[in-house]
Each structure stands twice: as structure tokens, then as C-alpha cells.
């Protein structure tokens, strides 16, 4: 469906062309002058322009000149109208930037096929430009490295999943991953959208957790002209332009209780209604859901909405935690060591026993994320082309050893003691990093945020 605006002073004409709009399907508005055209314009944006060249109160041209000045992506499809015989009409709206132009009387089945076409070539230069940005940008190429039973289950669950959503015509269902943070959730995901058969399309990531509370409905669903202050023009939300791709919707269970209804709307309907509109687009993405939380724990205790927990929860995968397939660590150190020497232009290093023997041992609390950063920081600090024990710098005692010492430190503090002390450990592991604190600890940014003001953090 098209939301056409159709400036023309011919009433009958104008309201045949919009009965035969509305026979196909889409949405017409007439403005009978430029003026009341301009009035339209600055109140919501159409997807589409018929635009008469002569009008009462001056050109059509002029106008298709001002919004090619103020929108020269041309994101804004026009097409003109001319008398039959001005053909110089018609040449200079082409140089000007139009889409296409009819001559008058317009035959209403090429105004159909017309339209047709000219938005086929929109949606056709959108792709491109979607293409370049990714060529430029590179959207990285992933592996799923590790050989553990649950790494190969996982690695085949998610080749069969791709191959039968890429021969369904229907709506592709959710899936929701599971795991704890820096397991490779996000890695996950994009491997599912390297094997599918979409994978030439645009991948969104949506980190829920990081979105300010009060951006994060505009950021998601989009937003018309004038939707709120300073919304200049329309933007299209993030559910939006992930088009037929991939939507990933890192830490969901984030996403604040109203919101929440909104994308279960979404899920449900697959349509989705900027904010200031009342026009739904159709929602086409592949979805994925992911979370480091007990989503089941949340709907009980209320924070999260029962019915978007069932609708997302249909096909599940669980991320195991590094320490439980500590057979992967072989693989991953190599993977990583190889990848950070050929970033930097070194040998690859090899690791001295005493140094996998130590990773090996360790408890990985940060999971893969963890293991990729100390890896990468042993290979540029050691210098004789051998990583020993000394140049990974773990903790000596992992989450699950601390030392007696440690144990009855703890014992001593009251209970406020205890929290603060265990938020400035958060912090520290994730460098001040304030939405990886919260995820470690089992806390939404915003309480976060509270403790962190509560004991001046």
C-alpha cells in the first residue's frame, strides 16, 4: 500500500484517479493548489507525488525544484503530469529529477503501472545503496569455532533452521538464544544470517540495553514528521529497515514493559506503525531474540510480558558457557591468536604449555568475549613469538575459588559493604563499561545506574 499525494486542480480527474488508488489497494490525499500541496508536505510525508505541472497558483516544477533541494538522495519519488504536447514540460522535469511523467489525459492503467514501476526502482536503489554501505562497511564474514558436542548441535540446529525458513513462504518464526554474557550471541546470529538464503540483505543489530529509555520507542518503530519535537522529518524505525534481512534483538529482556506490548503487536501482526502515523508497513525481517536473562523468572515476577515470552520462546537455542565445553579453548585460542597476528602484520605466537595449561584452568566468567580479549592482549605484549603463562595476566583465583582470606573479608562487611564492593568489581572487569556491569550482575542498566548514584560510583 502507497500513501500518494496527488496535487491537481481538476476535480473530476483527481477524484477518479484516487477511486482507482483506492481500487489498488493504496492511500490517496488531493491538494488542489501548490499552496495547499506544500501545506501537505510540511504536515506528513507521502511515498509517493503526482504532481501537475499547471496549477492556479503557479508551477508544478517549482515545487519538484524545492524538494529536490531539500532531499537530493530524491528518497521522495515525483511524478509529473504534463499536458499532451509540452514536451519541454516533461524534459525539464526529468533534468529537475523527476521519477517519470504522464502526459494528459492520463490513461489510468498506465498511472497504475507507472506507479508500479517507479516504486520498483526505488526499492531497487535503496538495495543498492544498502549494498555499498555494506561493501564499504563490511559486514563481517563469522565462524562457529569449537568442536564440543553442544558447539556441533548448535552449529547443525542452526543450518537446518535456515535451510527450512529460506524454503517457507510464510512469516519467519522468532528465535530466541539463550546464554550468558560473551558467549556469542550476536555470533550466533549472524551465522544464521550468513545461512540463509537472505544473507545478501541488511543485518540490524538492536542492542536493547543501550538505547536511552527515551529514544529507544523512536529508535525501534520509527517516527513521522512532527511526531514529537524536533522530529524535522520522518524516520523510518530499525524494525523497518532490516527489510527482509535479519532484526537481532540483543538483551530483550531489557525492553521496558510498554514496549514490550508494542513488539508483541508487531510479532503477532508483522506490521509496524511508525510513532505519528496511523499507517501500518508490513514487517518482513527475520527476527532474533536474545537475552542473558531468566526470561521465565522475569514473567513470573512481572517484568516480563507472559504472552511475548511464549510467542518468542517457540524455537530456543542455549548458549553453553565456556567453562562447560573448555574442549572449544584449544580451538578458540588459535582462532584468535591467528586473527589478532594477521591484524597486526606479526607471526602467529605459539602458546608455551604452562599458558594453556592457565586457560584452560581458569573459570572464563566474561566466557568468549573474555578469552578473545586476553588473547589478543598476550599477543601484542609478547615479544619472542612465544605466549607464556605470565603474558595472559589472568585472575589467579576464578568466581568459583576465592581465597579463605577473601571469604572472610566479605564476612565482615555489612550487606551494603558487600554491594558496593561487588559493583566496583563489575566495573573494573568491564573497564567502567556500565551496561556490561549491569549484565554481570544480573541488573537492568537503570537499577544500575541507582546503585551506582547510591554509593558514588
Same mark, same amino acid.
Given at each position: 500500500m502507497l500513501n500518494v499525494l496527488l496535487i491537481e486542480d481538476e476535480t473530476l480527474f483527481a477524484k477518479s484517479v484516487l477511486r482507482r488508488l483506492e =481500487?489498488?489497494? %493504496?492511500?490517496?490525499?488531493?491538494a488542489d493548489t501548490l499552496k495547499a500541496g506544500r501545506d501537505s508536505l510540511r504536515h506528513a510525508t507521502p511515498e509517493l507525488v503526482l504532481l501537475d505541472v499547471r496549477l492556479p497558483d503557479g508551477n508544478g516544477l517549482d515545487l519538484l525544484r524545492e524538494l529536490r533541494e531539500r532531499d537530493a538522495s530524491r528518497q521522495l519519488p515525483v511524478i509529473m503530469m504534463t499536458a499532451y504536447g509540452e514536451l519541454e514540460d516533461a524534459v525539464l522535469a526529468m533534468k529537475l529529477g523527476a521519477n517519470d511523467y504522464l502526459k494528459k489525459p492520463v490513461d489510468l492503467d498506465e498511472l497504475v503501472l507507472t506507479l508500479s514501476k517507479v516504486m520498483q526502482g526505488q526499492k531497487l536503489n535503496q538495495q543498492l545503496?544498502?549494498? $555499498?554501505?555494506?561493501?564499504? %562497511?563490511?559486514?563481517?564474514s563469522v565462524t562457529m569455532v569449537g568442536n564440543s558436542p553442544a558447539m556441533q548441535q548448535l552449529r547443525q540446529q542452526i543450518e537446518h533452521i535456515a535451510t527450512l525458513v529460506g &524454503?517457507?513462504?510464510?512469516?519467519?518464526?522468532?528465535?530466541?538464544?539463550?546464554?550468558?554474557?560473551?558467549?556469542? &550471541?550476536?555470533?550466533?546470529?549472524?551465522?544464521?544470517h550468513?545461512?540463509?538464503?537472505? %544473507?545478501? =540483505?541488511?543485518?540490524?543489530?538492536?542492542?536493547?540495553?543501550?538505547?536511552?529509555?527515551?529514544?529507544?520507542? /523512536?529508535? #525501534?518503530?520509527?517516527y513521522e514528521r512532527g511526531a514529537f519535537t524536533n522530529a524535522h522529518q520522518a524516520k523510518p524505525g530499525l524494525i523497518e529497515v532490516a527489510e527482509d534481512g535479519t532484526l537481532f534483538l540483543d538483551e530483550v529482556g531489557e525492553l521496558p514493559l510498554e514496549l514490550q506490548a508494542k513488539l508483541l503487536n508487531v510479532l503477532e501482526r508483522r506490521q509496524v506503525r511508525r510513532l505519528g502515523s496511523t499507517r501500518e508497513y508490513p514487517v518482513s525481517a527475520h527476527i532474533v531474540a536474545a537475552t542473558n536473562r531468566d526470561l521465565k523468572q522475569m514473567v513470573g515476577e512481572g517484568r516480563f510480558r507472559s504472552?511475548?515470552?511464549?510467542?518468542?520462546?517457540?524455537?530456543? #537455542?542455549?548458549?553453553?558457557? *565456556? @567453562?562447560?565445553?573448555?574442549?572449544?579453548?584449544? +580451538? #578458540?585460542?588459535?582462532?584468535?591468536?591467528? +586473527?589478532?597476528?594477521?591484524?597486526?602484520?606479526?607471526?602467529?605466537?605459539v602458546f608455551s604449555p604452562d599458558a594453556e595449561a592457565a586457560l584452560k584452568r581458569y573459570h572464563w566468567p566474561g566466557n568468549v568475549r573474555?578469552?578473545? %580479549?586476553?588473547?589478543? @592482549?598476550?599477543?601484542?605484549?609478547? +615479544?619472542?613469538g612465544e605466549i607464556g603463562a605470565e603474558h595472559l595476566m589472568l585472575e589467579q583465583q576464578s568466581l568459583g575459588? +576465592?581465597?579463605?582470606? /577473601?571469604?572472610?573479608? *566479605?564476612? $565482615?562487611?555489612?550487606?551494603?559493604?558487600?554491594?558496593?564492593?561487588?559493583?566496583?568489581? /563489575? #566495573?573494573?572487569?568491564?573497564?567502567?563499561?556500565?551496561?556490561?556491569?549491569?549484565?554481570?550482575?544480573?541488573?537492568? @542498566?537503570?537499577?544500575?545506574?541507582? =546503585?551506582?548514584?547510591?554509593?558514588? *560510583?
Amino acid at each position: 500500500m502507497l500513501n500518494v499525494l496527488l496535487i491537481e486542480d481538476e476535480t473530476l480527474f483527481a477524484k477518479s484517479v484516487l477511486r482507482r488508488l483506492e =481500487r489498488e489497494g %493504496h492511500h490517496g490525499v488531493i491538494a488542489d493548489t501548490l499552496k495547499a500541496g506544500r501545506d501537505s508536505l510540511r504536515h506528513a510525508t507521502p511515498e509517493l507525488v503526482l504532481l501537475d505541472v499547471r496549477l492556479p497558483d503557479g508551477n508544478g516544477l517549482d515545487l519538484l525544484r524545492e524538494l529536490r533541494e531539500r532531499d537530493a538522495s530524491r528518497q521522495l519519488p515525483v511524478i509529473m503530469m504534463t499536458a499532451y504536447g509540452e514536451l519541454e514540460d516533461a524534459v525539464l522535469a526529468m533534468k529537475l529529477g523527476a521519477n517519470d511523467y504522464l502526459k494528459k489525459p492520463v490513461d489510468l492503467d498506465e498511472l497504475v503501472l507507472t506507479l508500479s514501476k517507479v516504486m520498483q526502482g526505488q526499492k531497487l536503489n535503496q538495495q543498492l545503496d544498502y549494498s $555499498q554501505v555494506r561493501e564499504s %562497511h563490511g559486514i563481517e564474514s563469522v565462524t562457529m569455532v569449537g568442536n564440543s558436542p553442544a558447539m556441533q548441535q548448535l552449529r547443525q540446529q542452526i543450518e537446518h533452521i535456515a535451510t527450512l525458513v529460506g &524454503k517457507s513462504e510464510q512469516h519467519p518464526p522468532v528465535l530466541l538464544i539463550r546464554g550468558e554474557t560473551g558467549t556469542g &550471541k550476536d555470533v550466533l546470529t549472524r551465522f544464521y544470517h550468513q545461512q540463509g538464503s537472505w %544473507h545478501d =540483505r541488511p543485518y540490524v543489530h538492536v542492542d536493547c540495553a543501550s538505547l536511552p529509555p527515551d529514544l529507544i520507542e /523512536a529508535e #525501534l518503530f520509527g517516527y513521522e514528521r512532527g511526531a514529537f519535537t524536533n522530529a524535522h522529518q520522518a524516520k523510518p524505525g530499525l524494525i523497518e529497515v532490516a527489510e527482509d534481512g535479519t532484526l537481532f534483538l540483543d538483551e530483550v529482556g531489557e525492553l521496558p514493559l510498554e514496549l514490550q506490548a508494542k513488539l508483541l503487536n508487531v510479532l503477532e501482526r508483522r506490521q509496524v506503525r511508525r510513532l505519528g502515523s496511523t499507517r501500518e508497513y508490513p514487517v518482513s525481517a527475520h527476527i532474533v531474540a536474545a537475552t542473558n536473562r531468566d526470561l521465565k523468572q522475569m514473567v513470573g515476577e512481572g517484568r516480563f510480558r507472559s504472552d511475548l515470552y511464549f510467542r518468542m520462546n517457540m524455537l530456543e #537455542l542455549i548458549l553453553p558457557p *565456556l @567453562r562447560e565445553r573448555d574442549t572449544d579453548i584449544t +580451538a #578458540l585460542l588459535s582462532y584468535f591468536a591467528q +586473527a589478532t597476528a594477521r591484524r597486526y602484520g606479526i607471526s602467529q605466537p605459539v602458546f608455551s604449555p604452562d599458558a594453556e595449561a592457565a586457560l584452560k584452568r581458569y573459570h572464563w566468567p566474561g566466557n568468549v568475549r573474555e578469552l578473545q %580479549h586476553v588473547i589478543e @592482549r598476550a599477543v601484542m605484549i609478547s +615479544a619472542q613469538g612465544e605466549i607464556g603463562a605470565e603474558h595472559l595476566m589472568l585472575e589467579q583465583q576464578s568466581l568459583g575459588s +576465592a581465597s579463605n582470606s /577473601a571469604v572472610e573479608e *566479605l564476612s $565482615q562487611m555489612t550487606l551494603e559493604e558487600v554491594e558496593k564492593y561487588l559493583l566496583e568489581r /563489575a #566495573l573494573q572487569r568491564t573497564n567502567g563499561n556500565v551496561s556490561g556491569a549491569a549484565r554481570a550482575l544480573g541488573l537492568t @542498566r537503570m537499577a544500575m545506574r541507582y =546503585r551506582m548514584d547510591k554509593y558514588g *560510583l
